[in-house]
């Protein structure tokens, strides 16, 4: 029964049971058609040997007078004659058959099966003037008819039963080679999943479904390898962003436990230690959003202006400390990003604080909108992009200017990037002039 599991013991099963009702519908047409066909066989040769019989009697002045001839000995033995019910001739035979013959006396176009025999009767009327004046009773035996009909269904049944075990045999071979194909795929589809995500199918021709079927596969592998990589890298970003924030609090807490420190001191450390926390904790929340915003787990809608007020009164005390002033213009009406207001925050903090790390004294925040688009810019009066850093600029690990004592690990560019293309934007660089500044321009679906 384990084979009847499977698609291909299943559809050979279907197969079979489909031609079982096939043959068994052909079988009994042909077998009812022959039985029809042999009946009307025996009629037939019945009522020629009445005719041929009836050809031998005269009526004249009330009597019926039979002729006989030199070949009617073969047809006297299965003809009886009557005139009314008197029997002018009779064959000799079995004491059942010759009551069911006079039985048939005076009855004109009459068949009767002899119970529990196999011969057949048949009356046909000798007329005279359109009156009946005497009756042809005529019989025929059914045992070559019977034995006909009995070899016929015999061979009907043992030719459906060949046909049943070929087609089932056959749909069984077919369905097997038609889907060896399939479990070769499978089989290798599961074996790359284990040891080498990098394989595909390809563009080997195949039928079309199974050429359906791989390209079905290669998406498949496709999104598995991404998610892979996307996890990969996720972890990666995690390890080397949260590296500079930690080492940070790692060394602050062992110059805490090595050696007395006044409360000045104390407090400084205590308030690094907290800086840092924070940062990761900015770090971990502008991940995971990128990594919900990738997976489109959710998206919302957020008005650019307050959320630019609010990522300038959540930083103003940090660019404070470095005399960086940081001023908002708000457009003058309600702009709408089609994007989670924290999304936004999260996008537009790594450009803050990346401007304020280069700002001589400003950060201007701005929006602008048009052609469908949200546009947020973060600018600075700082140096500007040299034009030797631009291309690298958002490359994962990249630093501008190794001198400028940043001591992070240059993933806050290309996580805003990240984010802003999973939320279907992105953050580019506006083209300036070397030393007038640089310009982070986000742009969002309104």
Do not use: C
């Amino acid at each position: 029964m384990r084979r009847f599991r499977t698609l291909r013991g299943r559809l050979a099963a279907l197969a079979a049971v489909a031609a079982l009702a096939a043959v068994a519908i052909l079988t009994v047409a042909f077998n009812v058609v022959l039985a029809s066909s042999l009946d009307a066989d025996a009629n037939s040769r019945l009522r020629s040997r009445a005719a041929a019989a009836a050809t031998t009697v005269t009526y004249d002045r009330g009597r019926l007078l039979v002729h006989e001839s030199p070949d009617d000995a073969a047809v006297d033995r299965q003809v009886w004659i009557y005139q009314g019910t008197r029997a002018l001739e009779r064959p000799a035979t079995a004491p059942d058959l010759q009551r069911a013959a006079d039985a048939l006396a005076g009855q004109a176009h009459v068949f009767d099966d002899v119970p529990g025999g196999d011969v057949r009767l048949y009356a046909a009327p000798v007329t005279d003037d359109g009156r009946q004046v005497g009756t042809v009773v005529a019989a025929e035996s059914l045992a070559a008819y019977d034995r006909t009909s009995d070899l016929a269904l015999v061979g009907s049944a043992a030719l459906g039963a060949v046909l049943l075990i070929a087609v089932a045999t056959l749909t069984w071979i077919i369905v097997g080679r038609a889907l060896g194909p399939v479990r070769d795929m499978t089989r290798s589809a599961a074996d790359w999943s284990e040891h080498d995500l990098g394989q595909r199918f390809g563009a080997t021709p195949r039928p079309d479904e199974l050429g359906e079927l791989g390209r079905t596969f290669d998406a498949l592998f496709n999104r598995v390898a991404a998610s892979l990589r996307h996890e990969q890298r996720l972890s990666a970003e995690l390890s080397h962003e949260l590296r500079t924030p930690l080492s940070r609090i790692v060394a602050e807490v062992e110059l805490l436990q090595r050696r007395e420190r006044s409360p000045e001191d104390r407090g400084e450390a205590y308030d690094r230690i907290a800086r840092s926390a924070e940062q990761m904790s900015a770090i971990l929340e502008t991940l995971m959003a990128a990594a919900r915003a990738e997976a489109q787990v959710e998206s919302g809608r957020s008005e650019v202006g307050q959320v630019l007020v609010r990522v300038a009164e959540g930083w103003a005390p940090a660019l404070a400390e470095r005399d960086v002033d940081v001023e908002v213009r708000r457009p003058p009406a309600p702009m709408i990003a089609g994007v989670d207001a924290d999304v936004v925050e999260r996008i537009v903090a790594p450009l803050l604080e990346n401007a304020s790390r280069y700002a001589r004294s400003r950060v201007t925040l701005s929006a602008t909108a048009g052609g469908g688009r949200v546009v947020l810019s973060v600018a600075d009066d700082g140096p500007g992009v040299p034009d030797d850093e631009r291309d690298a600029l958002f490359e994962p690990g990249s630093r501008r200017g190794a001198a400028n004592g940043h001591g992070g690990a240059g993933l806050g560019l290309p996580l805003a990037r990240r984010l802003a293309k999973a939320s279907g934007g992105d953050v580019k660089l506006a083209s300036g002039a070397p030393g007038a500044g640089a310009e982070f321009r986000v742009e969002l679906p309104a």
